[in-house]
């Protein structure tokens, strides 16, 4: 399977943002990628792909950010968002 390098920034409250360089299936990579979302097959492989590197990333993003809700307060229970 092809694959190509794909920069992944996470945008932190306390260290600004993290960038990342992970391979992932070029057929995931395209012009036409947004048309592609419709397709649920697609969006099944994205998310395959995807998730690992949410995951590999979570606990360093959890630590470069506030633990509350720069809105309410409230303690964060949800730091990483696609």
């Not at 932190?12 to 360089?21: F, P, Q």
């Not at 492989?45 to 949410?54: L, Q, T, Y």
């Amino acid at each position: 399977m092809a694959t190509c390098r794909v920069r992944f920034d996470f945008q932190t409250d306390l260290k600004g943002t993290l960038k990342y360089v992970r391979n992932i299936p070029r057929s995931l990579v395209m012009p036409n990628a947004q048309v592609m979302q419709r397709d649920p097959e697609y969006t099944k492989k994205f998310v395959a792909a995807i998730r690992p590197i949410m995951l590999e990333h979570e606990a360093a993003c959890q630590t470069a950010s506030n633990p509350k809700c720069q809105s309410c307060g409230s303690p964060t229970v949800k730091v990483l968002q696609t």
